[in-house]
């Protein structure tokens, strides 16, 4: 099992910046992927950004350029740094962790909301 907590999110106006961690304990596996989703109001979840084990990253297009995710191998975070946040940046942002073993494990942390006021 992986246990991930969230923290950082909060109320932004527009233009302005958060930055969002989780840390993961339990089960970490060396070679595993981490990233940030998110889910607004009547829409789907979906992925933000994303970061392997190796430091290779994947953005959504609507947040390139504005937000950049990281991670501390050694202390198993990962970290969101939002700039110049838009309204549709508001949402739910749900950290995730996976690793394949045989078969794909997924975990995700409770949630953390983001609401960025325009």
């Known amino acids: 099992q992986v246990q991930l907590v969230e923290s950082g999110g909060g109320l932004v106006q527009a233009g302005g910046s958060l930055r969002l961690s989780c840390a993961a304990s339990?089960?970490?596996?060396?070679?595993?992927?981490m990233g940030w989703y998110r889910q607004a109001p009547g829409k789907q979840r979906e992925l933000v950004a994303q970061?392997?084990?190796?430091?290779?990253?994947n953005y959504a297009d609507s947040v390139k350029g504005r937000f950049t995710i990281s991670r501390d191998g050694a202390k198993n975070t990962v970290s969101l740094q939002m700039n110049s946040l838009k309204p549709e940046d508001t949402a739910v942002y749900y950290c995730?962790?996976?690793?394949?073993?045989?078969?794909?494990?997924?975990?995700w942390g409770q949630g953390t909301q983001v609401t960025v006021s325009s």
């Open positions: 970061i392997t084990s190796d430091s290779s990253t």
């Open positions: 339990g089960r970490i596996i060396s070679k595993n992927n």
């Open positions: 995730r962790y996976h690793y394949t073993a045989g078969r794909l494990y997924l975990y």
